[in-house]
């Protein structure tokens, strides 16, 4: 078992409830006080965590709309615009990310971000936020995981298309720049991902290969697949929340509403409560209920000396008498007195 840290004043290990992130995203819309109202929804749900992004258009990309800056997939969801205009349209203004952070920590939830080069890094660095996220398009960028690294606060990467040996040298870098606390998120990097594209069998094979904390960073629908995560050792969730799907957005389509994202909070516990431990016998709870098994009873009056048979003998519950397993052993036994029908059959009944 990996060793338990704490994010902020929230401990993160196999021995705590899983840690919810709510990802804002480009959700609010470009307005601030959509934002807040995200922040306030998300504390509402119980998630213990709201990130936001920290970038701007031309940290991400350049200003063209041609060739491989357009995007021009049909299955995209922002197929017809290009990468520049789409960063433009949801990313969270630096500005905004001191007021985020302050209603957040208000209402008891614990803020941080993505930073996608050092000057963001050492923007939140100002703001000092408790730990890091890499984004699954960045698990390569090993000069940007360096440097958020070594802050020494616990970083939170997404493994989204990277493989064992890119993961390798991610890991790698990391460590040697200071990294402590580490956690990987399996994650799929389609919007939205399906079930059958997910894998969750990878999460405990993470946590085998490179000995950190492992969750899922989830972009299906639902909450299934985060919950089922949790029975595969998942000690983080994370998933983009918005305020109502109808209102539109970069991410609307895949982020979970209120009502979903308080379902996840309240189901990945439950997951986790279930867990428990190997256990064999009756628990605690379920000892009164051992009353009940099926045992032999004597169902006709019978009077001394007669002979116990099927047609006075049943297996019934409850289970006061004796257990089933002795049918054949007490069948043909004399009875050295008189038992009424309802009598729980016990050894000291014949000689």
């Known amino acids: 078992m990996t060793k338990q840290f704490k994010i902020a004043d929230r401990l993160i290990g196999q021995n705590h409830a899983p840690f919810v992130i709510a990802e804002m995203s480009g959700n609010h819309n470009q307005s601030l006080e959509r934002a ?50 789409l960063y433009g349209e ?113 999460i405990p094979h993470l946590r085998e290969l490179f000995g950190c904390e492992v969750g899922l960073s989830d972009h299906t ?39 979903e994202m308080a379902q996840l909070v309240t189901e990945t516990k439950r997951a986790w409560q279930a867990l428990g431990h190997v256990s064999y016998g009756p628990t605690a709870a379920e000892k009164k209920s051992v009353q009940f098994r099926r045992s032999l009873y004597i169902v006709k009056d019978i009077n001394a000396g007669e002979i116990l048979t099927r047609e006075n003998v049943r297996a019934i519950r409850p289970g006061l008498g004796l257990p089933v397993k002795y049918l054949e052993m007490v069948l043909g036994k004399r009875v050295k007195q008189m038992a009424k029908r309802g009598t729980p059959i016990n050894f000291e009944m014949f000689g």
């Open 90 to 202: 949801a990313y969270t203004p630096w500005e905004w990310h001191k007021p985020i952070f302050d209603r957040a920590r208000e209402l008891g939830i614990i803020p941080f971000s993505t930073p996608f080069d050092d000057t963001a890094v050492d923007f939140l660095e100002s703001l000092d936020v408790p730990c890091y996220k890499i984004a699954s398009f960045e698990n390569t960028d090993l000069p940007l995981i360096r440097r958020v690294a070594a802050t020494g606060k616990p970083l939170i990467i997404s493994t989204g298309m990277a493989t064992a040996a890119e993961l390798d040298e991610t890991v790698r870098a990391a460590r040697e720049a200071g990294c402590i606390d580490l956690i990987l998120l399996k994650c799929t990097s389609t919007y939205p991902a399906t079930a059958e594209n997910t894998n969750i069998l990878t």
């Open 221 to 259: 629908m639902g909450v299934g697949v985060s919950v089922a995560s949790v029975a595969l050792g998942a000690t983080v969730i994370e998933k983009h929340f918005t305020l109502n799907r109808v209102d539109g957005g970069v991410d609307s389509s895949f982020s979970m509403e209120p009502s």
């Open 36 to 85: 807040l109202e995200i922040v306030e929804a998300a504390a509402r749900t119980g998630a213990h965590a709201l990130k936001i992004q920290t970038y701007t258009p031309d940290t991400m990309t350049l200003d063209l709309d041609e060739r491989e800056f357009h995007i021009s997939d049909p299955n995209s969801l922002w197929a017809g615009t290009s990468l520049y205009k």
